[in-house]
């Protein structure tokens, strides 16, 4: 399958600064990346939908000025958590569309622990 | 909006057979997606279904009822490795959809 990655792996920062998490797909372009965010024992939660060369789509409820997403390139997207809080703590995870394929499958990045003390 | 249920655990033995349930109530329905989740790892991809009946991958098979809102993940021959959370996710809206996800059901092998 498809291999997608995401820099860094883990993150810890304090309270007001801002982190940027890279989420890249290897070895075919991507369109269309997403952005979820996961609390422990909790499902993902679908944050955002990333458009190369166009202003990301926010699902309800998600802070756009907070959690600022850039898609620069069909090969990389990131997601800036502005002015981290503690409850911004989570594992953030991107995923990425293979346009070949014909069961429109998502190929997920390795995700990234946030922790914001 | 949209609804996902699934069991938040199950358990079951090496070499049995396990069957993890799915409901959904959801606008734009696209297709329903099932993954693998291992601890503090990103989700695999497991089966997709789209149209109503059973898809059968190995060891794994899926079905779907979009009539019912429902689906199920069948796993036989159970491994330790298996043990897992499994993600149900339902696609909405166009080719390129998003996807929302259960809450997902922490499947535990034992020997």
């Known amino acids: 399958g498809a291999v997608v990655s995401q820099h860094p792996s883990r993150v810890i920062c304090k309270s007001g600064t801002s982190v940027k998490i890279e989420c890249r797909s290897l070895?075919?372009?991507?369109?269309?990346m997403f952005w979820y965010r996961q609390f422990p024992k909790k499902s993902l939660m679908l944050m955002a939908t990333s458009n190369e060369g166009s202003k990301a789509t926010y699902e309800q409820g998600v802070e756009k000025d907070k959690f600022l997403i850039n898609h620069a390139s069909l090969t990389l997207s990131t997601l800036t958590v502005t002015s981290a809080h503690p409850e911004d703590s989570s594992f953030y995870i991107c995923?990425?569309?293979?346009?070949?394929?014909?069961?429109?499958?998502?190929?997920f990045g390795p995700g990234t622990r946030l922790t914001v003390l | 909006g949209q609804n996902i249920d699934q069991p938040t655990e199950m358990t079951a033995t090496e070499g049995a057979i396990v069957q993890i349930n799915c409901t959904y109530q959801?606008?734009?329905?696209?297709?329903l997606f099932w993954y693998q989740q291992h601890a503090g790892e990103a989700p695999t991809f497991l089966s997709y279904?789209?149209?109503?009946g059973l898809e059968e991958k190995g060891r794994f098979s899926s079905f779907l009822s979009r009539s019912k809102g429902y689906s199920y993940l069948l796993l036989k021959e159970l491994q330790m490795k298996d043990s897992a959370s499994y993600l149900c996710a339902v696609k909405r809206g166009s080719t390129l959809g998003r996807l929302y996800f259960g809450r997902g059901t922490q499947l535990t092998v034992w020997p």
């Open positions: 279904n789209v149209l109503d």
């Open positions: 070895d075919f372009q991507a369109t269309t």
């Open positions: 959801t606008s734009g329905f696209n297709g």
């Open positions: 995923s990425a569309h293979s346009q070949p394929e014909v069961t429109d499958t998502q190929y």
